[in-house]
């Protein structure tokens, strides 16, 4: 008797689990992703034909946007919560893209609040070994491999990435951004008019503009140290630092899905001259970042528009 129900609650339960991860929509879509409301609402403002889909307490807004077919959803700040709200649009919808639109913290010196990067490469840099002191040094085993200069205790290291039939996982430091997508948000970026202002009274402090290329890294904290700011900038060489374009890019890759993240800045992480400008300008770094977004989503090839979904789907 008592086997029965177990196995009868077994196979309720993995019922349920497929029938969790089904689909719920056919149509090839692009993931547009922010962590926060300030980051989409430019985006969910210009969509139509929509729809509202509720799965695992995530909000998923279905329609078009620019002419894309598009499922538009709030990942949640941070790490953990960005890489499973990404799986979870990938288990449910026919995800062909993955774009994030959201804001940064500028790491390189030659950026200003207001400013729109796009990365073509990220890492995480708290995906780290916290060190042993050793007297006046730190020491690590040296089974860990390889690291980059370390910050204090902090040596980062690459990620190990497990794949079907092997024994060893992939190391891995950088998650490309996709060369095709990338291109074309290189070719949309003069075009761009971006926000100097959001009102009379916020600002940035200078002009705009959007840069295209370099790398960026993404982590748990919020950064507002200028010693730690230089670190991550002579380390990584990274042009912006945030809490989810790495673990949205690491999803991606594991998927096989291209992936592109366009970051509005709304501060220096610590490099700002005075407080820390995340909080005025999140709005003003949130539309700029929008703005580029949807001249990267017109400027998609046309297998991309309603008539041509089939032919895509195929592939």
Same mark, same amino acid.
């Given at each position: 008797? !008592? @086997? &029965? +129900?177990?196995?009868?609650? =077994?196979? *309720?339960?993995?019922?349920?689990? /497929?029938?969790?991860?089904?689909? %719920?929509?056919?149509?090839?879509?692009?993931?547009?992703?922010?962590?926060?409301?300030?980051? !989409? @609402? &430019? +985006?969910?403002?210009?969509? =139509?034909? *929509?729809?509202?889909?509720?799965? /695992?307490?995530?909000?998923?807004? %279905?329609?078009?946007?620019?002419?894309?077919?598009?499922?538009?959803?709030?990942?949640?700040?941070?790490?953990?919560?960005?890489?499973?709200?990404?799986?979870?649009?990938?288990?449910?919808?026919?995800?062909?893209?993955?774009?994030?639109?959201?804001?940064?913290?500028?790491i390189n010196p030659?950026?200003?609040?207001?400013?729109?990067?796009?990365?073509?490469?990220?890492?995480?840099?708290?995906?780290?070994?916290?060190?042993?002191?050793?007297?006046?040094?730190?020491?690590?085993?040296?089974?860990?491999?390889?690291?980059?200069?370390?910050?204090?205790?902090?040596?980062?290291?690459?990620?190990?990435?497990?794949?079907?039939?092997?024994?060893?996982?992939?190391?891995?430091?950088?998650?490309?951004?996709?060369?095709?997508?990338?291109?074309?948000?290189?070719?949309?970026?003069?075009?761009?008019?971006?926000?100097?202002?959001?009102?009379?009274?916020?600002?940035?402090?200078?002009?705009?503009?959007?840069?295209?290329?370099?790398?960026?890294?993404?982590?748990?904290?919020?950064?507002?140290?200028?010693?730690?700011?230089?670190?991550?900038?002579?380390?990584?060489?990274?042009?912006?630092?945030?809490?989810?374009s790495a673990p949205?890019?690491?999803?991606?890759?594991?998927?096989?899905i291209p992936f592109?993240?366009?970051?509005?800045?709304?501060?220096?992480?610590?490099?700002?001259?005075?407080?820390?400008?995340?909080?005025?300008?999140?709005?003003?770094?949130?539309?700029?970042?929008?703005?580029?977004?949807?001249?990267?989503?017109?400027?998609?090839?046309?297998?991309?528009?309603?008539?041509?979904?089939?032919?895509?789907?195929?592939?």
């Amino acid at each position: 008797m !008592w @086997l &029965a +129900l177990l196995l009868l609650a =077994s196979l *309720t339960l993995l019922t349920d689990r /497929a029938a969790a991860a089904e689909q %719920v929509d056919p149509t090839p879509r692009i993931a547009i992703i922010s962590a926060y409301s300030p980051e !989409w @609402l &430019a +985006l969910k403002n210009a969509m =139509s034909a *929509t729809r509202t889909e509720i799965i /695992a307490d995530v909000t998923y807004i %279905v329609g078009r946007l620019e002419g894309k077919d598009v499922v538009l959803f709030l990942s949640g700040v941070s790490m953990v919560n960005a890489a499973m709200t990404t799986q979870g649009a990938i288990d449910h919808f026919k995800i062909r893209r993955i774009v994030f639109s959201g804001i940064a913290g500028g790491i390189n010196p030659s950026l200003s609040p207001g400013d729109v990067v796009v990365a073509d490469r990220w890492s995480e840099y708290l995906e780290s070994v916290f060190a042993r002191q050793d007297g006046a040094r730190w020491s690590i085993p040296n089974w860990l491999g390889k690291t980059l200069p370390n910050y204090g205790m902090i040596f980062p290291r690459a990620v190990g990435i497990a794949h079907p039939g092997e024994r060893e996982p992939e190391k891995r430091f950088w998650f490309d951004v996709d060369p095709t997508m990338l291109e074309i948000a290189r070719s949309v970026a003069p075009k761009v008019e971006l926000k100097a202002c959001l009102n009379p009274d916020v600002c940035g402090t200078t002009r705009p503009r959007v840069v295209v290329g370099g790398a960026g890294v993404s982590g748990p904290a919020f950064i507002d140290n200028a010693e730690f700011r230089k670190w991550i900038y002579d380390t990584f060489k990274a042009s912006l630092v945030d809490n989810e374009s790495a673990p949205v890019a690491h999803v991606a890759y594991s998927n096989h899905i291209p992936f592109i993240a366009f970051r509005g800045l709304s501060d220096l992480a610590g490099g700002d001259a005075g407080e820390n400008t995340e909080n005025e300008l999140e709005h003003l770094a949130s539309d700029n970042a929008a703005a580029v977004v949807k001249a990267f989503l017109r400027a998609l090839p046309a297998q991309e528009s309603p008539e041509n979904r089939s032919s895509e789907g195929s592939k």
